[in-house]
């Protein structure tokens, strides 16, 4: 039994790490083009790009002084 739960715990790891467990959100690159003075906030101070991507949101760290991780635009 104790095997069984190794290779269960093995199997879990390696797919969380493979990036395969992870939900993708689906965002068009054009709904990352906002102005960086229209971004809205949708993160917390440090976020990672990933954290970033797994609440649905852009992220785009090249201009000091605004959101890194803001509300994508709408599709309409």
Not at 10 to 39: F, I, M, P, T, Y
Not at 40 to 50: R, T
Not at 57 to 71: L, M, Q
């Amino acid at each position: 039994m104790e095997a069984r739960a190794l290779w269960l715990l093995l199997l879990v790891l390696a797919l969380g790490s493979s990036g395969w467990a992870e939900q993708d959100v689906g965002l068009l690159e054009s709904q990352c083009v906002v102005l960086a003075k229209e971004r809205v906030n949708c993160g917390y101070p440090a976020i990672s790009q990933e954290d970033c991507s797994n609440r649905g949101c852009c992220f785009d760290s090249k201009t000091p002084g605004v959101p890194w991780c803001f509300k994508p635009l709408q599709e309409e």
